[in-house]
């Protein structure tokens, strides 16, 4: 959680906000609410992906389903406005990852419009909250590595705006019998 000053123009107001991960959840669209299934992990493990679309020969590795929350809170002067929320997925550097799709590599970026309502029936001064939700169920084709989800509201950023994970590498095959010794 960090307070940063985010705005356009003239308007300046404050936000805080939350980026988590867990490995199942849902939005309740009515009351603004998420329900999340093993909430706040920070390793996941490379899975082998077997099935039809999948070339002969190649087993790629994915991670586990993953979802991506973030909650946002905003004084008033920020509510009911349109702000713009961008999510990108950044590697142990800070690029971008991309990510093999339908017309070539794609990088990781999710930009959506938000608007943070008043909240009714408290006191004036009281935030509005916001919530946003990014469901990966089927995983991400990752390397091994330490990678960062970073959200930007209205194209600022701020480093603990971010959920940092590791993927580790897939377990390594039985190995059965043993190695025969070199021939002197």
């Known amino acids: ?3 940063r000053a985010v705005g356009a123009g003239a308007t300046v107001a404050r936000v ?3 980026v988590l991960l867990a490995e199942r959840g849902a939005q309740n669209g009515q009351n603004g609410t998420v329900s999340l299934l093993s909430v706040g992990w920070t390793v ?3 899975r082998r992906v077997i099935g039809p679309g999948v070339p002969a ?3 790629p590795w994915v991670t586990g389903p993953q979802v991506v929350v ?3 809170e905003a004084e008033l002067a920020m509510c009911n406005r349109q702000l713009s929320l961008q999510l990108e997925l950044l590697n142990e550097d800070g690029a971008v990852v ?3 799709g ?3 590599h794609q990088p990781v970026r999710l930009d959506q419009p938000l608007m943070v309502p008043s909240p009714a029936g408290v006191p004036t001064g009281f935030p509005g909250r916001a919530t946003t939700m990014m469901e990966l169920p089927t995983g991400l084709p990752l ?3 330490i990678y960062r989800w970073q959200a930007r509201v209205n194209g600022r950023a701020e480093d603990d705006w971010s959920a940092l994970f590791y993927v580790a590498a897939p377990p390594q095959p039985p190995t059965f019998g043993f190695t025969p010794p070199a021939p002197e």
């Open 98 to 100: 991309d990510i093999p």
């Open 70 to 72: 973030v909650f946002l």
């Open 143 to 145: 390397a091994p590595g």
């Open 1 to 3: 959680m960090h307070e």
């Open 102 to 104: 339908p017309s070539g």
């Open 44 to 46: 996941t493990h490379l």
């Open 16 to 18: 805080k906000l939350y």
């Open 57 to 59: 020969g190649i087993a």
